[in-house]
T-cell receptor, first 109, second 115 residues
Framework: GQNIDQPTEMTATEGAIVQINCTYQTSGFNGLFWYQQHAGEAPTFLSYNVLDGLEEKGRFSSFLSRSKGYSYLLLKELQMKDSASYLCAVSGYGQNFVFGPGTRLSVLP | DSGVTQTPKHLITATGQRVTLRCSPRSGDLSVYWYQQSLDQGLQFLIQYYNGEERAKGNILERFSAQQFPDLHSELNLSSLELGDSALYFC??????????????FGPGTRLTVL
């Protein structure tokens, strides 16, 4: 089967750093994606990892360990507009693309 | 703007009815995905089409069906609607058949309310 886990909610302060974890068990692996979704809006692509290691993209970085079935999204210099849900998703076989339940991040002033 | 369009934006209907949701992918994209997102649930993958053919099936009910037409637009048909079908329905598109280096781009969604 396929299973993806993320914390349900997280809270952080403006200007701080936050790490959102994702663990997964899937059939096959073609890559792991992170999306941001504001309430009532469509998800927007943040990052993609297929090899182990860290991918940096401005204030956002994503890490992958395939042997551990683990990824995290690191957000630096948090801004109020970063308050959103962050979705971890895995591209695999069969169902092809599976999303995690999402982590709702609240950034406080 | 992702380049993916969905119509209608909102749809209100009654239980037992049938509705059709429409999606136009980004120019050049051959894959179309459909997702359902209820208030208390994450994104649930329903079905994928690639260049007119069904490629992957997720948690799609038998009351639901989809197709992709020669011009690559797609329609999701929902029939015998129930209250629990009220949700946001997203369409996404990508170039490739299998998501690897390519990602998928989401449309703005159709909010379906079943009364």
């Amino acid at each position: 089967g396929q299973n993806i886990d993320q914390p349900t909610e997280m809270t952080a302060t403006e200007g701080a750093i936050v790490q959102i974890n994702c663990t997964y068990q899937t059939s096959g692996f073609n890559g792991l994606f992170w999306y941001q979704q504001h309430a009532g809006e469509a998800p927007t692509f943040l990052s993609y990892n297929v090899l182990d290691g860290l991918e940096e993209k401005g204030r956002f970085s994503s890490f992958l360990s395939r042997s551990k079935g683990y990824s995290y999204l690191l957000l630096k210099e948090l801004q109020m507009k970063d308050s959103a849900s962050y979705l971890c998703a895995v591209s695999g076989y069969g169902q092809n693309f599976v999303f995690g339940p999402g982590t709702r991040l609240s950034v406080l002033p | 703007d992702s380049g993916v369009t969905q119509t209608p934006k909102h749809l209100i209907t009654a239980t037992g009815q049938r509705v059709t949701l429409r999606c136009s992918p980004r120019s050049g994209d051959l894959s179309v995905y459909w997702y359902q997102q209820s208030l208390d649930q994450g994104l649930q993958f329903l079905i994928q089409y690639y260049n007119g053919e069904e490629r992957a099936k997720g948690n799609i009910l038998e009351r639901f069906s989809a197709q992709q037409f020669p011009d690559l637009h797609s329609e999701l048909n929902l029939s015998s609607l129930e209250l629990g079908d009220s949700a946001l329905y997203f369409c996404a598109s990508s170039v490739e058949e299998v998501l690897s280096t390519d990602t998928q781009y989401f449309g703005p969604g159709t909010r379906l309310t079943v009364l």
